[in-house]
Each structure stands twice: as C-alpha cells, then as structure tokens.
C-alpha cells in the first residue's frame, strides 16, 4: 500500500464497475483494487430481498473474508410494466451463466407487446462500505429511463444499451462516460458515498 493511502478493495470481479469506481473516487487518498486481485476470494451468495441487503452481504462478507475494506454495490433494473422485475435478480436474469446479451434480449422479448408510454424503467444501485467489524457506510442512487426497442450504442455494460437516459435522448452505452459517471444509478451512489469518505479517511492520511 502506498504511503497515507488506503486499499479499498472492490466485491466485484467486473471491469466495467472497477473503471467507474477508478474515475468517480481516484481523487481521494485510496487504492483500489479488483477482486481478481484475490482469486481466492468467495463471493457471498446474495440472499438478500433488497438491493441494500446484498451489498451489505458481499461488503461484510468479502470484507472479513479478506482483512480490509471492501466496497461492494447491488445494483438492477426495475422495470413498471414486469411490476419490478428484474430487481434484485437482475444478474441472474436469464438463468446461469447468461450473457449481457442474452439477459437483455430476455427482457426485450417480455416487453415486445409493450406500448411506448408504458416503458418507463429504472436502475436502482446501493453501495456499503464495510470492514471486518461491520458497515462504515451505505449510499443509494436511482436513474429514471426508458426502455428501448433494441439495443444502441458500444461502450457500457450490462443493460446499457436499452435504457435510454430521457435529458440526452440516447442509451447509456452512447452516454459519454464523463456524462454517465455524474448521472447514472451507481454514479450517484458512488458520489454521495465520496462526500463522505474524506472523513473516515482522515485519521488515516
């Protein structure tokens, strides 16, 4: 660890999420490291009913597991016409091992008889900071959107390339990053929980 900085490890072997937490929090006093880091850590199973009840899993879990801090997020897409869904089953929408692109097109295909004004969405992200004793912070974001017809746009991840961010009028995979990082459902998690962590760092510098 270099000196006065504190290593945060990241619960989530996702590249895409690591590179958002890199630019949202690199300004601060923190190293931050991805789970591949640790191959032999053991993602918690997420039992949780709510998206706070996950990241709170994985945070304390990997968290103990490893001997430092860990930010772990829960993140999903709740969609009005499927009363919610996919939620908290977001990850695992499309069964086992399902690819961005499957799990999009599954939810294309439920929402194909959907008229437009009926496709209103939003992406839900909680964020804990925890170490091995327990939760040192929590922060939640939310992004409303629309669903598009079929997916746009390159960069991005997971459902992305469907959910069309309404003051721009594209999809969050045709998003600037600069622009998503400041908008998005993480992005505003990440960035409430950074107003915060100056303090719990100080003792530390």
Excluded at 35 to 62: C, I, M, S, V
Excluded at 178 to 186: A, D, G, I, L, M
Aim: net charge neutral; hydrophobic share 40%.
């Amino acid at each position: 660890m270099s000196a006065g900085r504190r290593v945060i490890v990241l619960g989530s072997r996702n590249p895409g999420k690591l590179r958002e937490l890199q630019a949202i929090l690199g300004h601060l006093p923190i190293e931050l490291r991805g789970l591949d880091a640790y191959p032999n850590a053991q993602l918690p199973e997420e039992t949780g009913q709510t998206f706070a009840e996950n990241a709170r899993l994985k945070a304390l879990g990997l968290a103990r597991q490893l001997g430092t801090w860990v930010l772990a997020d829960d993140s999903g897409l709740c969609v009005d016409a499927l009363d919610g869904r996919p939620g908290v089953w977001s990850a695992r929408y499309g069964g086992p091992g399902a690819t961005d692109e499957q799990k999009v097109a599954k939810l294309l295909a439920e929402l194909r008889d959907v008229e437009e004004a009926r496709r209103a969405a939003q992406f839900v992200c909680v964020v804990v900071l925890a170490d091995p004793r327990g939760v040192l912070l929590e922060a939640e974001g939310r992004c409303a959107g629309v669903l598009a017809r079929a997916p746009r746009g390159h960069d991005g991840f997971g459902y992305d390339p469907v959910f069309i961010y309404p003051e721009w009028g594209v999809t969050f995979a045709e998003l600037p990053e600069t622009v998503k990082n400041q908008v998005s459902h993480r992005g505003r998690a990440l960035l409430r929980l950074a107003e915060k962590l100056p303090a719990l760092l100080a003792p530390h510098e």
